[in-house]
């Protein structure tokens, strides 16, 4: 992969070398998951469908292998308690001292522009006091057009941004509009770094329309 998409890497050193920390950027396409290992000298845990690890015959055990390597945890997203699993897990990444990557926007998205955030990495970063750095993934559109088919060459940018506290809020992490505030604060910070045009909807939402 570096030999074929040559990432550039910027602000990387903003990545705590120890602790818990929230990696929190824009989802354009598949590949942005495996990018994201790449350039961290720390592991990088993040949430997968579990479909990507219960596949049968020899494409399911190297699918399996695959993603477990990179550092996904599987996870039963449809179901009606998905998101609680889904924010759970991530509680106790973080508890443990580990790096978590999350894309707030809950979905891929559809046309290349920034979408508005969920508000579960507000609650990961109240619930743990892990600080947040914001990332932006720049080209990996281009080289997996609808994130789908195989990827073309072409250069990836990897841009991180400082860390973001948000200490003052401690004990908050209930309160929607706290939760509204610091998951805007974050996706403005991904925003400035990918230089998106933000939308004040949900992917997914788009996605249906």
């Given at each position: ?26 989802h ?6 495996m ?19 219960t596949?049968?015959?020899l ?12 550092g ?86 990897v ?51």
């Amino acid at each position: 992969m570096r030999l074929m998409f040559r990432p550039q890497v910027e602000g990387i050193e903003r990545v705590p070398g120890s602790g818990p920390v929230i990696l929190a950027g824009n989802h354009l396409t598949f590949m942005d998951s495996m990018f994201l290992p790449l350039v961290c000298d720390r592991q990088v845990f993040f949430i997968g469908k579990d479909e990507y690890v219960t596949g049968r015959g020899l494409k399911g055990r190297l699918m399996a292998w695959f993603f477990t390597g990179v550092g996904m945890i599987p996870v039963d997203r449809d179901g009606g308690r998905g998101g609680v699993a889904a924010l759970m897990t991530g509680r106790r990444v973080l508890e443990e001292g580990k790096v978590f990557g999350i894309y707030p926007e809950g979905t891929r998205s559809p046309d290349g522009r920034l979408y508005r955030g969920r508000t579960g990495i507000a609650r990961l970063a109240l619930m743990t006091g892990a600080p947040v750095v914001p990332f932006a993934m720049i080209g990996t559109d281009r080289i997996q057009p609808g994130g789908k088919g195989l990827p073309r060459p072409g250069r990836v940018t990897v841009r991180f941004g400082e860390p973001l506290h948000f200490e003052r809020y401690e004990g908050m992490d209930r309160d929607r509009y706290v939760l509204r505030a610091v998951t805007d604060e974050v996706m403005s910070e991904v925003m400035r770094l990918s230089g998106q045009e933000y939308v004040d909807m949900y992917a997914t939402k788009a996605k249906a329309a």
